[in-house]
């Protein structure tokens, strides 16, 4: 790793840590925030001419609290300081930490607050991952906005009226009480999925695959693992998450079409990601208690552990999914679990699982259910259906790669039905 990497990932790590300290010090979410960019910014220009300091987090706090302090002193702040810390802070954050109740907050306390606050439940899921990638991961609102495909004035609107939020709810930066922190905790994995999802499977756009935010997402899972220690689902997620990304390589050709799994390139897969991913679902497993990032993990464990040219074993999946749906019923598990059993028992009784997400408001309309009835009604020989049910899907499909792959498809089935002499409607 070069040495103007080594620098960005140190500062990167640090940044929670420090942001976290200083909101937890002075209360004030966006005066903080402002102060800890300016002081990246200052240690990215001076570290690499002056070294990097023995203590670089003391030395960004430092810099950030002269930063903030320059702040207060302005005309602005006088106006607006005594109602921001008001609504920010408990009491006793508007003073310094003693020393030795600075000695109690750890670095790993401070991130783990911060993500906390910024997946608070008062919060929207959108508003969630917006501010996580803002204030945890650091990325400018051009940056999420971009990522997510929406102008830039509905981020900036949106993480705002986050920040207003936390600010009118009175959320105090603090750890939850103990009988909170399992919900907390759960929305802190559950924003770090979803930001790993959207980058690697585009909801829409041109491209299906966004390494950014996957990255990113990995880079912040790393951080709650490191401070979660012990956590069976954070670490499952963790596993989750360098597993699917190891596959990444293969997902796509050149031109950006979508690979299926079946016909990937296993060579190209990250075997580094792969090994760490096969490594953590083994201890994930061992920890007490079960839950669906473990079983996920397993799931795709199996994947990747199938030899090439080898058949998956989709006995092991399906036994997966049946747990799985037990602890986490939803229209997702659901699908997958219907290819499962296509897969073990045959295409009629995946079909058969899949009449009722028909119902399901998630799941009605969907381009992937469409895909999945077109795929196992091909199996089962019924390929004027198949053809419609691609097609169908094809129509639904809001991301570019896979509206083409899902077209290809239904060209393909058509041509088949031609050859037949049945290419009639």
Request: hydrophobic fraction near 40%.
């Amino acid at each position: 790793m070069r040495s103007d990497q080594r620098l960005e990932s140190l500062l990167a790590e640090l940044r929670p840590s420090v942001l976290g300290a200083l909101v937890r010090r002075h209360g004030q979410f966006d005066g903080c925030e402002d102060a800890v960019q300016e002081a990246l910014v200052s240690a990215a220009t001076q570290w690499p001419v002056e070294g990097v300091p023995e203590n670089p987090r003391g030395w960004l706090l430092t810099v950030a609290g002269r930063r903030l302090t320059d702040y207060w002193r302005s005309d602005q702040a006088r106006r607006t300081r005594e109602v921001t810390v008001a609504a920010m802070a408990a009491p006793e954050a508007s003073v310094a930490p003693a020393p030795d109740d600075e000695e109690r907050v750890s670095a790993d306390d401070d991130t783990l607050m911060l993500l906390f606050l910024c997946c608070h439940p008062a919060l929207t899921p959108s508003s969630q991952v917006a501010l996580t990638l803002r204030a945890v991961g650091g990325l400018t609102t051009e940056e999420i906005a971009r990522a997510f495909l929406v102008p830039l004035t509905s981020m900036t609107r949106r993480i705002s009226r986050a920040k207003q939020q936390i600010k009118d709810a009175g959320m105090t930066f603090s750890m939850p009480p103990e009988e909170e922190r399992a919900e907390r905790t759960r929305a802190v994995l559950h924003v770090l999925y979803l930001i790993f999802n959207e980058g690697y499977t585009a909801t829409a756009g041109p491209d299906l695959l966004r390494p950014d935010l996957t990255a990113e997402a990995i880079r912040l899972m790393r951080q709650a693992h490191r401070v979660l220690p012990g956590h069976g689902e954070a670490e499952g997620l963790l596993a989750l998450m360098l597993l699917t990304e190891a596959r990444g390589p293969a997902r796509t050709h050149a031109d950006g079409a979508l690979v299926p799994m079946a016909e990937q390139d296993r060579s190209r897969w990250n075997t580094e990601l792969a090994e760490e991913g096969l490594a953590l679902v083994v201890e994930a497993l061992a920890l007490p208690g079960v839950g669906p990032y473990r079983l996920q993990a397993a799931i795709a464990a199996v994947h990747v552990e199938t030899p090439v040219g080898g058949e998956t074993d989709w006995p092991q999946i399906l036994a997966l999914y049946d747990l799985l749906e037990q602890i986490t019923p939803n229209s997702v598990v659901r699908l997958n679990r219907a290819v499962a059993m296509g897969m073990v028992k045959g295409p009629r009784e995946g079909l058969r699982l899949l009449g009722p997400l028909e119902e399901d408001r998630w799941m009605a309309g969907s381009h992937r259910l469409s895909a999945v009835r077109a795929y196992l009604l091909e199996m089962d020989g019924d390929l004027d259906g198949a053809r419609e049910a691609y097609e169908t899907a094809t129509r639904q499909a809001a991301s570019g790669p896979e509206r083409r792959f899902l077209k290809e498809q239904a060209e393909r089935v058509a041509g088949v039905l031609e050859a037949a002499g049945r290419g009639g409607r």
